[in-house]
């Protein structure tokens, strides 16, 4: 199942070659609401592994972006000890500006803008 968020970008960090077959990047999310006379910020840390920690290049702090994301959770065990984590995997990221939104990427598809009507002056 996908999520997504709307919020700030507040900090990115650099890619950390967690393997050599395993690479990620990390960027944090601030998210406020308001409710009557108050308003709650969270920050949200999220990750871009693999090829998509490129996806963070695009974009700088205070970018307003909206996040697709999937959650992860895993089980770790250690002496005897277990733990669990939990990611929030980002598989795309799109900048958003007012109501309409701009993908990031640059291998996006826009369509060309029309040719100018031309007279024609073919005899058939």
């Known amino acids: 199942m996908a999520y997504e968020l709307t919020g700030k970008v507040l900090e990115i ?13 990390e960027f944090v999310i ?9 308003t709650f910020t969270d920050f949200i840390k999220f990750q871009l592994i693999q090829d ?23 089980k770790w065990e250690k002496e005897g000890r277990t ?3 939990t ?6 990221m799109e900048r958003v500006s007012g ?8 291998d996006t598809y826009q369509e060309p803008a029309p040719l100018p009507e031309v007279e024609d002056d073919l005899p058939f």
Not at 99 to 106: E, H, L, M, V
């Open 83 to 85: 733990n669990y984590f």
């Open 30 to 38: 601030e998210k406020s609401e308001s409710s009557g006379d108050r």
């Open 87 to 92: 990611n929030l995997d980002v598989w795309r």
């Open 52 to 74: 998509r920690c490129a996806l963070a290049d695009n974009f700088k702090i205070g970018d307003e972006v909206k996040v697709t994301f999937n959650i992860k959770g895993s």
């Open 99 to 106: 109501n309409n939104q701009a993908p990031a990427s640059q």
């Open 13 to 25: 960090f650099p890619t950390q070659e967690v393997s050599a077959t395993f690479k990620k990047r």
